[in-house]
């Protein structure tokens, strides 16, 4: 069993800062990507920013030079760095992991979901 635990979120004014955490656990022999995805209400999800097992990575337009993205390789976490923040910002915000089992398997998880509030 694999699990993602996230933590971090809530309610910030526009212009603040929040960090999400996200931790994955399990049988995983070695991590290939970790990311950041959002859905607000009535809209569908949508990559925020991505790091892959090289380190390299990418984001979304609306994320790029306010958000960064990390990864701890010994904690199999993945952290998001948002500053600046912004009302549009506001959505559920899920962590996903795309890994490899002990027996070779690729397979994919989310987390549970988390909600970031950007409001005045």
């Known amino acids: 069993q694999v699990q993602l635990v996230q933590s971090g979120g809530g309610l910030v004014q526009p212009g603040g800062s929040l960090r999400l955490s996200c931790a994955a656990s399990g049988s995983i022999f070695s991590i290939n990507a970790m990311g950041w995805y959002r859905q607000a209400p009535g809209k569908e999800r949508e990559l925020v920013a991505r790091i892959i097992s090289g380190g390299s990575t990418n984001y979304a337009e609306s994320a790029k030079g306010r958000f960064t993205i990390s990864r701890d390789n010994a904690k199999n976490t993945v952290y998001l760095q948002m500053n600046s923040l912004k009302p549009e910002d506001t959505a559920v915000y899920y962590c996903?992991?795309?890994?490899?089992?002990?027996?070779?398997?690729?397979?994919?998880?989310w987390g549970q979901g988390t909600q970031v509030t950007v409001s005045s």
């Open positions: 996903s992991v795309q890994a490899i089992s002990y027996s070779g398997r690729t397979f994919d998880r």
